[in-house]
């Protein structure tokens, strides 16, 4: 797919919005007020841009993955110098972000077996990274915690600081609004 760099280069901008999100999905309460996920996209963007020429796949499953591996470098970084040298493990935040874009994957759909389905997949994926960031933060954090990290209504009452009943209104506001904004996606 990704016949020469130029080609490569011109990719990396739609995968912004994946990226973000998981970078928000990595970041616990404590990381939210010093580290912004955009910052952290743009800095993985940054050093995949540097380092095209290590790129060797030719999927756009496999640029997902290498960028994953870019943003978990990059997470570990920003991490060990708020940390003031405690120690970070990659392998650990590495896994952490397979499986935060596995659950995301899996909310969509099941794995495609053809390559024009792992394409339209690819292409559900990162629009759904996009009509995340289109809702208010309050319904996109709730539904963040609760389908893509898998928190408890309660949980994510105790962490956002609100009722559950507040929170369940987040929820249904929110997944509403996402089903209005991917639907309006899928028609342009």
Do not use: C
């Amino acid at each position: 797919m990704f016949d020469d760099p130029e080609q490569l280069v011109a990719a990396l901008p739609q995968y912004r919005g994946y990226l973000r999100l998981l970078a928000r999905l990595q970041m616990d309460g404590r990381l939210h007020g010093h580290l912004d996920a955009s910052d952290i996209a743009q800095e993985t963007l940054l050093k995949a841009h540097r380092a095209i020429g290590q790129f060797t796949g030719q999927s756009d499953a496999e640029l997902a993955a290498w960028l994953r591996r870019i943003l978990a470098n990059t997470l570990a970084d920003y991490v060990r110098r708020l940390s003031q040298g405690k120690r970070v493990h990659k392998q650990s935040l590495e896994a952490s972000l397979e499986e935060s874009s596995a659950r995301i994957e899996n909310w969509l759909v099941a794995k495609a077996p053809s390559p024009s389905q792992q394409a339209d997949h690819n292409e559900q994926l990162l629009g759904l990274a996009r009509a995340l960031e289109q809702l208010p933060a309050d319904q996109r954090e709730a539904v963040e915690m609760k389908h893509l990290r898998g928190l408890s209504v309660a949980e994510i009452a105790k962490q956002m600081e609100k009722t559950k009943p507040a929170i369940v209104g987040l929820l249904f506001r929110g997944l509403q609004r996402l089903r209005e904004v991917m639907q309006d996606h899928g028609r342009s």
